[in-house]
């Protein structure tokens, strides 16, 4: 699977503490930010039905350290 980067414009208060909850769970930003795009979808998909096609969202996230 190919790895895509995405820019983001974000309040700087809202990074910082999306920071602060990637570092509480051991995590960087980036995959504290894929965490909640991989949650957004399971909920979406939850709702909506499976999203079709070769697309697989827990990739490239790291368990938390807990």
Known sequence: MA???VSI?????MLDKIAYIADYEGRSVNSQI?????ESIKAFES???EIKGNISPDSNVKPTRK
Do not use: F, T, Y
Not at 9 to 13: F, G
């Open 34 to 38: 894929l965490v909640l795009v991989r």
């Open 3 to 5: 790895i895509k980067s």
């Open 47 to 49: 709702v909506h039905g």
């Open 9 to 13: 414009r974000i309040e700087e208060e």
